[in-house]
């Protein structure tokens, strides 16, 4: 499997502001992913990264809160623009090497807005 | 779209004792069910994983079986060890055939194994 690191590992944040995590995998995989995790709950996809083209969003996440950047096959940036405590939550990304392939994930980003 | 129910939600077993998970799925189009596992504050760590096209796989103390007419998959481990501890998720997903092979995943069972 892949060796993915994410920064910053946690944070924490005013209201109103924006933060932008990046996930960095040591190999060129073909998808990666950006899912949410509350406290105490299951993991939740927000959008799909795709290289040279808009992120596809998942139903309930929108691009002018959640804008990912994934420039090349390894290399994947999510911002949480314009933040409230309700945005507190662990942000992970997840690689494939293929469209149908098993999803390794990051360590993950522990962000809490104040 | 596809909805993935996981029970129990919390399991608690004797060490050397055996546990099993259960998920259901609603899409028939689903053909990927991976299993993960995720210690307090560790990342999602993918354990075993089964496709549409085979009915049980095993690797070790864990085992998977799929019943793709009623739709559901568990999760089975045994001679369980206080490592074993964590919090297990079932997820489901069309591969190809959907949105880019998201996965869905079940709300999680909470596993306890009593030394």
């Known amino acids: 499997s892949a060796v993915i690191s994410q920064k910053p590992s946690r944070d924490i944040c005013q209201r109103g502001t924006s933060l932008t995590i990046q996930c960095q995998v040591d190999?060129?995989?073909?998808?990666m992913f950006w899912y949410r995790q509350q406290p105490g709950q299951s993991l939740t996809l927000i959008a799909t990264?795709?290289?040279?083209?808009?992120?596809?969003?998942e139903s309930g996440f929108v691009i002018d809160k959640f804008p990912i950047s994934r420039p090349n096959l390894t290399f994947s940036t999510l911002t949480v623009s314009n933040m409230s405590p309700e945005d507190s939550s662990i942000y992970l990304c997840?690689?494939?090497?293929?469209?149908?392939?098993?999803?390794?994930f990051g360590p993950g980003t522990r962000l809490t807005v104040l | 779209g596809e909805n993935v129910e996981q029970h129990p939600s919390t399991l608690s077993v004797q060490e050397g004792d055996s546990a099993v998970i259960k998920c259901t799925y609603s899409?028939?189009?689903?053909?990927?069910f991976p299993w993960y596992k995720q210690e307090l504050g560790k990342r999602p760590q993918l354990i075993i994983d089964?496709?549409?096209?085979?009915g049980e796989k095993k690797d070790q103390r864990i085992a998977v079986t799929l019943n793709k007419t009623a739709k559901h998959f568990s999760l089975h481990i045994t001679e369980t060890q206080p490592e074993d501890s964590a919090v297990y998720f079932c997820?489901?997903?069309?591969?190809?055939?959907?949105?880019?092979?998201?996965?869905?995943f079940g709300k999680g069972t909470k596993l306890s194994v009593k030394p």
């Open positions: 997820a489901a997903s069309m591969g190809w055939r959907g949105s880019q092979g998201n996965l869905i």
């Open positions: 089964i496709r549409s096209n085979v």
């Open positions: 990264a795709n290289q040279g083209s808009e992120a596809t969003y």
């Open positions: 190999s060129q995989v073909t998808m």
């Open positions: 997840s690689v494939a090497l293929y469209r149908d392939n098993e999803q390794f």
């Open positions: 899409d028939s189009a689903s053909n990927y």
